[in-house]
C-alpha cells in the first residue's frame, strides 16, 4: 500500500525525447494548449527554481518574431495551462515559475544529479557505484531535448547535453574497464559510441584503446592508436596527448 500512495502522489516531467507531465501520479501533458504550451510548461520546468520574466517568455516562445499584442497572447497562454496544471504549480503574472508537488523528478534533473555522482565515484574508485549511476544520465542524455522547437535556448541545452553524454558514457566506460571481466564489452560499446558523440575526445579514444587490450585484441588497439594518431594530425594538426602515447608505448611493450 505504501507503495501505491507513492505511486499515486509522484510528479514527473520529461523533457527529452517524448515530452510528458505527470502530476500527483496523472498525466496532463496532453492537456497542455498545443506545442507552445508545451514549451512555455517545458521552459519553465528545466528552469522551475528560477522566477522568470514574461519579456524572457516571449522570447523563449516566439523568438525574433513574437506575434502582434504578444504580452497579451503570453497571458492567454499562460492562462490555459494554468487551468491544466493548477495554480500551485504555475504561479506569478509579471514574474512566472513552476513549482512541482515533491517529490519531483525532471529528468534533466536525474541526469546531471546522477552524472556527479558517476563522476565522483570515478574519482574514488568506486566502480560500481560509478556504473549504477552513469546509466541514468546516460539514458536521459541520449535523447533529443525538446524536440518540437529549435530554439536556441533549446539549441544550448542540447549542447550541454551532449557534453553531459559524453561524459557519463566515460564514466560507465571506465567504470566497465575497472570492474573487468563481463563488463569489458559494455566498455567497449560505451567507448565506441563515445568516439561517435565526441570523435576528438582523447579519453575516449584512450578507454578504447585500454579495452581493446584488456579483451586481448593488443593489435586492434594499437591500430585505434593510430586511426586517432592521424585524426588529430588532419584536423588539429597535434599528436595525441601524453596519457595516450604511454599507453601505446605500453602496447608495444
Avoid at 190 to 209: I, K, S
Avoid at 210 to 218: I, K, P, S, Y
Wanted: glycine residues 8%; proline residues 4%.
Amino acid at each position: 500500500m505504501a507503495g501505491s500512495a507513492e505511486s499515486v502522489s509522484c510528479t514527473r516531467v520529461q523533457l527529452c525525447g517524448t515530452f510528458a507531465v505527470e502530476l500527483h501520479g496523472r498525466r496532463v501533458d496532453h492537456l497542455l494548449p498545443g506545442r507552445q504550451g508545451r514549451l512555455l510548461f517545458g521552459y519553465l520546468a528545466q528552469s522551475r527554481r528560477q522566477q522568470v520574466s514574461r519579456d524572457v517568455l516571449i522570447d523563449a516562445l516566439w523568438g525574433g518574431s513574437p506575434p502582434r499584442a504578444a504580452s497579451s497572447a503570453l497571458s492567454v497562454l499562460i492562462s490555459k495551462v494554468r487551468a491544466v496544471v493548477g495554480p500551485e504549480v504555475l504561479r506569478g503574472r509579471a514574474m512566472v515559475s513552476v513549482t512541482l508537488p515533491e517529490p519531483a523528478r525532471v529528468d534533466v534533473e536525474v541526469a546531471t544529479t546522477a552524472l556527479h555522482t558517476a563522476e565522483s565515484a570515478v574519482a574514488r574508485g568506486d566502480w560500481r557505484r560509478a556504473w549504477v549511476a552513469s546509466l541514468p544520465a546516460q539514458f536521459v542524455t541520449r535523447r533529443r531535448f525538446l524536440p518540437e522547437t529549435d530554439a536556441p535556448w533549446a539549441e544550448s541545452w542540447r549542447r550541454r547535453l551532449t557534453e553531459m553524454h559524453a561524459r557519463a558514457l566515460e564514466a560507465y566506460a571506465t567504470a566497465c574497464l575497472e570492474l573487468g571481466g563481463a563488463e569489458l564489452a559494455g566498455a567497449e560499446r560505451a567507448a565506441r559510441e563515445l568516439l561517435d558523440v565526441a570523435p576528438l575526445r582523447e579519453t575516449g579514444h584512450l578507454l578504447l584503446m585500454r579495452t581493446l587490450a584488456a579483451r586481448g585484441n593488443v593489435a586492434e588497439a594499437i591500430a585505434a592508436y593510430e586511426y586517432l594518431r592521424v585524426l588529430l594530425r588532419e584536423e588539429l594538426g597535434v599528436n595525441p596527448c601524453r596519457a595516450v602515447q604511454d599507453a601505446h608505448a605500453e602496447l608495444l611493450g
